[in-house]
T-cell receptor, first 116, second 114 residues
Framework: GAVVSQHPSRVICKSGTSVKIECRSLDFQATTMFWYRQFPKQSLMLMAT?????????EQGVEKDKFLINHASLTLSTLTVTSAHPEDSSFYIC????????????FGDGTRLSIL | TQLLEQSPQFLSIQEGENLTVYCNSS?????LQWYRQEPGEGPVLLVTVVTGGEVKKLKRLTFQFGDARKDSSLHITAAQPGDTGLYLC??????????????FGQGTILTVHP
């Protein structure tokens, strides 16, 4: 079945570092990918919609300059957390789906980001 | 803005008991998905319901989509410790600028004690 690969699975770094997270669709082309943030024991919060070949659409309250999204190909979207601070520590998850009404989304396994 | 109200938020039961999780909205969704998520992993799709009134069964899990496609329920029969996890409902819109965007409920943390 369709698989979404997310890398890295865990990152621990110092405050001020920029961190890049990759999301790949392994056996299908994903015109649209989504990036979520999740706090412990809570639901997923949509951060942005990543569209291949165009600018990402950010949800209200999400800083575009803090969370840079690039969707350069039909199989890869990246999320870069720039100048990360402890409050950016969270679980980040991407999802992808191809074209077609009611196609299910497939989620990556998430990235645990810890900023010291 | 579409909202999905999921309840209960927490559920702690004994092995063998039955339970139901609800997702309700004032908005119509073209489809609704149910996911299960374990700590440190991404959500895993359990089922997608698309037709109003639809009922789908997955072993001990029964999913129902409301006639008006505004609500859904997940019923688990004879819960087992392996059912423990975070259950999420999510609705999808068919078109417009929100195409493919999922609206998630708040999630239900289920704990089944042996």
């Amino acid at each position: 079945g369709a698989v979404v690969s997310q890398h890295p699975s865990r990152v621990i770094c110092k405050s001020g570092t920029s961190v890049k997270i990759e999301c790949r669709s392994l056996d299908f082309q994903a015109t649209t990918m989504f990036w979520y943030r999740q706090f412990p024991k809570q639901s997923l919060m949509l951060m942005a919609t990543s569209n291949e070949g165009s600018k990402a659409t950010y949800e209200q309250g999400v800083e575009k300059d803090k969370f840079l999204i690039n969707h350069a190909s039909l199989t890869l979207s990246t999320l870069t957390v720039t100048s990360a601070h402890p409050e950016d520590s969270s679980f980040y998850i991407c999802s992808a789906f191809g074209d077609g009404l009611d196609q299910p989304q497939h989620f990556g396994d998430g990235t645990r980001l810890s900023i010291l | 803005t579409q909202l999905l109200e999921q309840s209960p938020q927490f559920l702690s039961i004994q092995e063998g008991e039955n339970l139901t999780v609800y997702c309700n909205s004032s908005s119509v969704f073209s489809s609704l998905q149910w996911y299960r998520q374990e700590p440190g992993e991404g959500p895993v799709l359990l089922v997608t319901v698309v037709t109003g009134g639809e009922v789908k069964k997955l072993k001990r899990l029964t999913f129902q989509f409301g006639d008006a496609r505004k609500d859904s329920s997940l019923h688990i029969t004879a819960a087992q410790p392996g059912d423990t996890g975070l259950y999420l409902c999510a609705g999808t819109n068919a078109g417009g600028t929100s195409y493919g965007k999922l609206t998630f409920g708040q999630g239900t943390i289920l704990t089944v004690h042996p």
